[in-house]
Protein backbone atom coordinates (compact mmCIF):
# COMPACT_ATOMS: atom_id res chain seq x y z
CA UNK A 1 0.00 0.00 0.00
CA UNK A 2 1.58 3.37 -1.41
CA UNK A 3 2.36 6.32 0.68
CA UNK A 4 0.00 9.12 -0.04
CA UNK A 5 1.00 12.91 0.50
CA UNK A 6 -1.19 15.54 1.52
CA UNK A 7 1.09 19.08 2.05
CA UNK A 8 3.97 17.46 1.81
CA UNK A 9 3.56 14.76 5.09
CA UNK A 10 3.41 11.31 3.80
CA UNK A 11 0.68 9.16 4.96
CA UNK A 12 0.65 5.35 5.36
CA UNK A 13 1.50 2.65 7.13
CA UNK A 14 5.32 3.38 7.49
CA UNK A 15 4.44 6.64 8.84
CA UNK A 16 3.46 7.68 12.29
CA UNK A 17 -0.46 8.10 12.34
CA UNK A 18 -1.96 11.32 10.67
CA UNK A 19 -3.83 13.18 13.50
CA UNK A 20 -6.68 15.51 12.65
CA UNK A 21 -8.55 18.03 15.14
CA UNK A 22 -11.84 18.57 13.83
CA UNK A 23 -13.01 21.84 14.76
CA UNK A 24 -16.61 21.55 13.86
CA UNK A 25 -18.93 23.61 15.41
CA UNK A 26 -17.37 24.08 18.61
CA UNK A 27 -16.37 27.57 18.30
CA UNK A 28 -19.77 28.81 18.66
CA UNK A 29 -19.28 31.36 16.03
CA UNK A 30 -16.70 33.26 18.06
CA UNK A 31 -13.60 33.70 15.63
CA UNK A 32 -10.89 34.53 18.92
CA UNK A 33 -12.55 31.28 20.66
CA UNK A 34 -11.53 29.43 16.76
CA UNK A 35 -8.07 31.19 17.00
CA UNK A 36 -7.33 29.95 20.09
CA UNK A 37 -8.72 26.44 19.38
CA UNK A 38 -6.38 26.11 16.28
CA UNK A 39 -3.56 27.30 18.41
CA UNK A 40 -4.73 24.51 21.38
CA UNK A 41 -4.47 21.80 18.69
CA UNK A 42 -0.98 22.95 17.53
CA UNK A 43 0.04 22.83 21.36
CA UNK A 44 -0.86 19.77 21.66
CA UNK A 45 0.62 18.10 19.01
CA UNK A 46 -1.97 17.92 16.23
CA UNK A 47 -0.71 17.45 12.64
CA UNK A 48 -4.10 19.00 11.13
CA UNK A 49 -6.80 21.03 11.77
CA UNK A 50 -10.31 20.70 9.89
CA UNK A 51 -13.40 22.85 9.18
CA UNK A 52 -16.59 22.44 8.19
CA UNK A 53 -17.88 24.31 4.95
CA UNK A 54 -21.26 25.18 4.46
CA UNK A 55 -24.03 27.59 5.23
CA UNK A 56 -27.10 26.93 6.47
CA UNK A 57 -28.73 27.56 3.30
CA UNK A 58 -26.43 24.74 1.19
CA UNK A 59 -27.16 21.96 3.95
CA UNK A 60 -31.07 22.20 4.35
CA UNK A 61 -34.40 24.39 3.75
CA UNK A 62 -35.64 26.77 6.19
CA UNK A 63 -38.79 24.67 7.11
CA UNK A 64 -40.15 23.61 10.06
CA UNK A 65 -41.86 20.32 9.59
CA UNK A 66 -41.75 17.33 11.02
CA UNK A 67 -39.26 16.44 8.54
CA UNK A 68 -36.78 19.48 9.01
CA UNK A 69 -36.67 18.76 13.04
CA UNK A 70 -34.38 16.14 14.85
CA UNK A 71 -36.52 13.67 16.40
CA UNK A 72 -34.64 11.26 17.87
CA UNK A 73 -34.94 11.27 21.91
CA UNK A 74 -31.70 10.33 22.52
CA UNK A 75 -29.82 12.60 20.31
CA UNK A 76 -27.75 15.56 21.55
CA UNK A 77 -29.64 17.92 19.74
CA UNK A 78 -33.71 16.52 19.82
CA UNK A 79 -36.40 19.06 18.89
CA UNK A 80 -33.91 21.54 16.94
CA UNK A 81 -34.82 22.83 13.57
CA UNK A 82 -32.00 21.53 11.02
CA UNK A 83 -31.33 25.04 9.14
CA UNK A 84 -31.09 26.55 13.06
CA UNK A 85 -28.65 23.68 14.19
CA UNK A 86 -26.78 24.29 10.99
CA UNK A 87 -26.68 27.69 11.55
CA UNK A 88 -25.08 28.23 14.95
CA UNK A 89 -22.63 25.16 14.00
CA UNK A 90 -21.72 26.59 10.54
CA UNK A 91 -17.77 28.15 10.16
CA UNK A 92 -18.18 31.40 8.61
CA UNK A 93 -16.52 31.23 5.10
CA UNK A 94 -14.71 34.82 6.06
CA UNK A 95 -12.84 32.97 8.94
CA UNK A 96 -11.22 30.12 6.85
CA UNK A 97 -8.18 32.05 4.89
CA UNK A 98 -7.63 33.35 8.68
CA UNK A 99 -7.58 29.86 10.42
CA UNK A 100 -5.90 27.97 7.80
CA UNK A 101 -2.96 30.23 7.73
CA UNK A 102 -3.05 30.31 11.58
CA UNK A 103 -2.54 26.45 11.08
CA UNK A 104 0.60 26.69 9.15
CA UNK A 105 1.95 29.37 10.54
CA UNK A 106 2.09 26.67 13.75
CA UNK A 107 3.47 23.83 11.20
CA UNK A 108 -0.05 22.08 10.93
CA UNK A 109 -1.81 21.30 7.33
CA UNK A 110 -5.57 22.83 7.22
CA UNK A 111 -8.40 21.44 4.76
CA UNK A 112 -12.13 21.26 5.05
CA UNK A 113 -15.18 18.72 4.68
CA UNK A 114 -16.90 20.81 1.76
CA UNK A 115 -20.93 20.00 2.01
CA UNK A 116 -21.94 21.22 -1.49
CA UNK A 117 -19.73 22.35 -4.74
CA UNK A 118 -20.15 25.82 -4.55
CA UNK A 119 -17.99 24.52 -1.26
CA UNK A 120 -15.33 22.94 -3.27
CA UNK A 121 -15.12 25.90 -5.78
CA UNK A 122 -14.47 28.32 -2.25
CA UNK A 123 -12.12 26.13 -1.19
CA UNK A 124 -10.07 25.96 -4.17
CA UNK A 125 -9.31 29.17 -3.80
CA UNK A 126 -7.46 28.65 -0.72
CA UNK A 127 -5.14 26.00 -2.12
CA UNK A 128 -6.21 23.32 0.33
CA UNK A 129 -4.25 20.60 0.25
CA UNK A 130 -7.00 17.94 -0.17
CA UNK A 131 -11.07 17.18 0.99
CA UNK A 132 -12.85 15.18 3.57
CA UNK A 133 -16.33 13.98 2.25
CA UNK A 134 -18.43 13.55 5.59
CA UNK A 135 -19.88 9.98 5.96
CA UNK A 136 -23.15 11.57 5.64
CA UNK A 137 -22.03 13.07 1.94
CA UNK A 138 -20.60 9.79 1.04
CA UNK A 139 -23.78 9.32 -1.21
CA UNK A 140 -23.64 12.55 -2.87
CA UNK A 141 -22.10 11.67 -6.35
CA UNK A 142 -21.95 14.67 -7.60
CA UNK A 143 -19.94 16.25 -4.86
CA UNK A 144 -17.38 13.47 -4.62
CA UNK A 145 -16.95 14.12 -8.37
CA UNK A 146 -16.40 17.61 -7.91
CA UNK A 147 -13.95 17.24 -5.19
CA UNK A 148 -11.88 14.12 -7.08
CA UNK A 149 -11.91 16.47 -9.81
CA UNK A 150 -9.14 18.83 -8.27
CA UNK A 151 -7.06 16.31 -8.45
CA UNK A 152 -6.02 16.08 -4.67
CA UNK A 153 -6.36 13.68 -2.45
CA UNK A 154 -9.78 12.77 -0.62
CA UNK A 155 -10.39 11.18 2.93
CA UNK A 156 -13.75 9.69 2.49
CA UNK A 157 -16.05 9.00 6.26
CA UNK A 158 -17.53 5.40 5.87
CA UNK A 159 -20.07 6.32 8.46
CA UNK A 160 -23.53 3.71 7.56
CA UNK A 161 -22.18 2.94 4.33
CA UNK A 162 -22.61 -0.48 2.68
CA UNK A 163 -19.69 -1.51 1.28
CA UNK A 164 -21.57 -1.07 -2.28
CA UNK A 165 -21.99 2.24 -1.08
CA UNK A 166 -18.40 2.76 -0.39
CA UNK A 167 -17.73 0.91 -3.53
CA UNK A 168 -19.82 3.72 -5.79
CA UNK A 169 -17.84 6.30 -3.92
CA UNK A 170 -14.39 5.25 -4.75
CA UNK A 171 -15.11 4.52 -8.05
CA UNK A 172 -16.45 7.57 -8.75
CA UNK A 173 -13.58 9.38 -7.37
CA UNK A 174 -11.16 7.16 -9.05
CA UNK A 175 -13.34 7.61 -12.44
CA UNK A 176 -12.69 11.93 -11.73
CA UNK A 177 -8.78 11.28 -11.46
CA UNK A 178 -8.32 11.14 -7.97
CA UNK A 179 -6.04 7.72 -7.11
CA UNK A 180 -5.15 9.05 -3.72
CA UNK A 181 -8.13 7.90 -1.31
CA UNK A 182 -7.92 7.68 2.24
CA UNK A 183 -10.96 5.73 3.63
CA UNK A 184 -12.08 6.13 7.53
CA UNK A 185 -14.28 3.84 9.47
CA UNK A 186 -16.53 5.84 11.31
CA UNK A 187 -19.93 5.42 13.59
CA UNK A 188 -22.43 8.02 12.68
CA UNK A 189 -24.11 8.70 16.23
CA UNK A 190 -23.37 10.99 18.64
CA UNK A 191 -21.53 10.41 20.81
CA UNK A 192 -20.72 6.61 19.74
CA UNK A 193 -19.57 3.88 22.03
CA UNK A 194 -16.74 1.49 21.89
CA UNK A 195 -18.89 -1.62 21.45
CA UNK A 196 -21.11 -0.40 18.39
CA UNK A 197 -17.55 0.94 16.93
CA UNK A 198 -16.41 -2.37 15.19
CA UNK A 199 -13.15 -2.03 14.58
CA UNK A 200 -12.47 -4.82 12.99
CA UNK A 201 -13.86 -3.58 9.36
CA UNK A 202 -10.44 -1.36 9.05
CA UNK A 203 -8.24 -4.38 7.44
CA UNK A 204 -11.47 -5.69 5.53
CA UNK A 205 -11.95 -2.28 4.45
CA UNK A 206 -8.36 -1.92 3.52
CA UNK A 207 -8.10 -5.32 1.37
CA UNK A 208 -11.69 -4.74 -0.12
CA UNK A 209 -10.45 -1.27 -1.65
CA UNK A 210 -6.44 -1.43 -1.06
CA UNK A 211 -6.82 2.03 -0.01
CA UNK A 212 -5.30 3.13 3.22
CA UNK A 213 -7.52 2.95 6.22
CA UNK A 214 -8.22 5.29 9.24
CA UNK A 215 -10.69 6.27 11.79
CA UNK A 216 -13.08 9.46 12.33
CA UNK A 217 -13.79 8.54 16.57
CA UNK A 218 -16.86 9.91 18.25
CA UNK A 219 -16.18 8.04 21.19
CA UNK A 220 -15.37 9.67 24.12
CA UNK A 221 -11.16 9.38 25.15
CA UNK A 222 -8.43 7.80 23.14
CA UNK A 223 -8.67 4.36 23.51
CA UNK A 224 -10.94 3.17 20.78
CA UNK A 225 -8.41 5.32 18.53
CA UNK A 226 -5.53 3.96 19.58
CA UNK A 227 -6.63 0.50 19.29
CA UNK A 228 -7.64 1.36 15.71
CA UNK A 229 -3.64 2.36 15.25
CA UNK A 230 -2.72 -1.59 16.10
CA UNK A 231 -5.19 -2.55 13.40
CA UNK A 232 -3.58 -0.51 10.65
CA UNK A 233 -5.03 2.79 11.11
CA UNK A 234 -2.69 5.62 9.54
CA UNK A 235 -5.15 8.53 9.98
CA UNK A 236 -7.30 9.93 13.07
CA UNK A 237 -10.15 12.48 13.41
CA UNK A 238 -11.17 13.54 16.79
CA UNK A 239 -13.25 16.53 17.55
CA UNK A 240 -11.84 19.07 19.63
CA UNK A 241 -12.81 21.46 22.03
CA UNK A 242 -11.07 24.19 24.30
CA UNK A 243 -13.55 22.89 27.49
CA UNK A 244 -16.04 20.80 27.36
CA UNK A 245 -17.93 22.33 30.28
CA UNK A 246 -18.10 25.18 27.97
CA UNK A 247 -20.45 23.95 25.71
CA UNK A 248 -20.14 23.69 21.65
CA UNK A 249 -22.47 21.44 19.21
CA UNK A 250 -19.76 19.11 19.61
CA UNK A 251 -18.89 19.31 23.14
CA UNK A 252 -20.01 15.68 24.42
CA UNK A 253 -17.63 13.73 22.50
CA UNK A 254 -14.76 16.14 21.37
CA UNK A 255 -10.93 15.88 23.21
CA UNK A 256 -9.63 18.57 25.12
CA UNK A 257 -6.22 19.89 24.49
CA UNK A 258 -4.30 17.68 27.05
CA UNK A 259 -6.46 14.37 25.80
CA UNK A 260 -5.76 15.48 22.28
CA UNK A 261 -2.05 15.97 23.24
CA UNK A 262 -2.24 12.13 24.76
CA UNK A 263 -3.65 10.95 21.69
CA UNK A 264 -1.04 11.97 19.73
CA UNK A 265 1.76 10.59 22.28
CA UNK A 266 0.02 7.27 22.35
CA UNK A 267 -0.70 6.88 18.91
CA UNK A 268 2.62 7.30 18.26
CA UNK A 269 3.48 5.03 21.01
CA UNK A 270 0.97 2.25 19.48
CA UNK A 271 2.59 3.21 16.07
CA UNK A 272 5.66 2.24 17.15
CA UNK A 273 4.47 -0.61 19.32
CA UNK A 274 3.87 -2.25 16.13
CA UNK A 275 7.29 -3.53 15.13
CA UNK A 276 7.46 -6.77 13.45
CA UNK A 277 6.85 -10.90 13.70
CA UNK A 278 9.54 -11.29 16.39
CA UNK A 279 10.57 -14.14 18.25
CA UNK A 280 13.67 -15.42 20.24
CA UNK A 281 14.05 -11.81 21.82
CA UNK A 282 15.00 -8.40 20.79
CA UNK A 283 18.19 -7.00 21.09
CA UNK A 284 17.34 -4.69 23.73
CA UNK A 285 16.05 -7.72 25.56
CA UNK A 286 19.56 -8.95 25.06
CA UNK A 287 21.00 -8.26 28.63
CA UNK A 288 17.85 -9.86 30.30
CA UNK A 289 18.61 -12.97 29.15
CA UNK A 290 21.03 -13.10 31.93
CA UNK A 291 18.88 -13.33 34.91
CA UNK A 292 16.88 -16.31 33.28
CA UNK A 293 16.90 -19.68 35.81
CA UNK A 294 19.84 -22.06 35.42
CA UNK A 295 21.69 -25.00 38.14
CA UNK A 296 23.47 -24.24 40.48
CA UNK A 297 24.93 -25.69 43.30
CA UNK A 298 23.20 -25.48 46.49
CA UNK A 299 24.90 -26.91 49.11
CA UNK A 300 28.84 -28.63 48.97
CA UNK A 301 29.14 -31.60 46.89
CA UNK A 302 32.45 -33.20 47.41
CA UNK A 303 34.27 -35.59 44.57
CA UNK A 304 32.48 -38.36 43.79
CA UNK A 305 29.53 -37.67 45.57
CA UNK A 306 26.01 -37.77 44.01
CA UNK A 307 24.12 -34.94 42.26
CA UNK A 308 20.72 -34.78 43.85
CA UNK A 309 17.84 -32.58 44.40
CA UNK A 310 19.43 -31.67 47.60
CA UNK A 311 22.41 -29.98 46.36
CA UNK A 312 21.46 -28.64 43.68
CA UNK A 313 19.05 -25.71 42.63
CA UNK A 314 17.20 -24.14 39.49
CA UNK A 315 18.02 -20.03 40.24
CA UNK A 316 18.68 -16.96 38.57
CA UNK A 317 20.79 -16.07 37.16
CA UNK A 318 21.35 -18.05 33.83
CA UNK A 319 25.23 -18.99 34.15
CA UNK A 320 25.04 -22.69 34.24
CA UNK A 321 23.19 -25.60 32.65
CA UNK A 322 19.72 -24.60 31.23
CA UNK A 323 16.65 -26.52 33.41
CA UNK A 324 15.69 -28.53 31.04
CA UNK A 325 18.83 -30.48 31.70
CA UNK A 326 17.64 -31.33 35.09
CA UNK A 327 16.54 -35.04 34.99
CA UNK A 328 19.85 -35.46 32.71
CA UNK A 329 22.23 -33.88 35.94
CA UNK A 330 20.49 -35.86 38.85
CA UNK A 331 22.38 -39.08 39.80
CA UNK A 332 26.23 -37.68 37.77
CA UNK A 333 28.99 -37.69 40.37
CA UNK A 334 30.89 -34.70 40.43
CA UNK A 335 34.63 -34.66 39.34
CA UNK A 336 35.62 -32.27 41.98
CA UNK A 337 34.30 -30.60 45.10
CA UNK A 338 31.45 -28.15 44.70
CA UNK A 339 31.10 -25.02 46.47
CA UNK A 340 27.76 -23.61 46.85
CA UNK A 341 27.03 -21.12 44.01
CA UNK A 342 28.60 -22.55 41.53
CA UNK A 343 27.55 -22.95 38.17
CA UNK A 344 26.80 -26.10 37.35
CA UNK A 345 28.58 -27.06 33.59
CA UNK A 346 28.80 -30.04 31.61
CA UNK A 347 32.42 -30.72 32.73
CA UNK A 348 31.98 -30.77 36.14
CA UNK A 349 30.69 -34.47 35.96
CA UNK A 350 30.46 -37.39 35.01
Not at 23 to 31: A, E, I, K, V, Y
Not at 173 to 182: L, S, V
Not at 200 to 208: C, F, G, Y
Not at 291 to 296: A, K, V
Request: net charge negative; with cysteine.
Amino acid sequence: MRDIAIGGRLIGPSHRPFIIAELSGNHSQNFELAMAMVEAAAKAGAHAIKLQTYTADSMTLNVDSADFVIQEKNSLWHGEALHGLYAKASTPYEWHSCLFARANELGMLAFSSPFDEDAVDFLETLDVPCYKIASFELTDIPLIRKAAATGKPLIMSTGMATLAEIEQAVDCAKTAGCDDIILLKCTSTYPAEPSNTNLLTIPHLQAAFNTQVGLSDHTAGIGVSVAAVALGATVIEKHFVLDRNAGGVDAAFSLEPSELKSLVEESERGFEAMGSVTYGGSVAEEKSKHYRRSIFVSSEIPVGQTLTRQNLRIVRPASGLEPKHWDSVLGKKAKKTLPPGTALTWDLFE
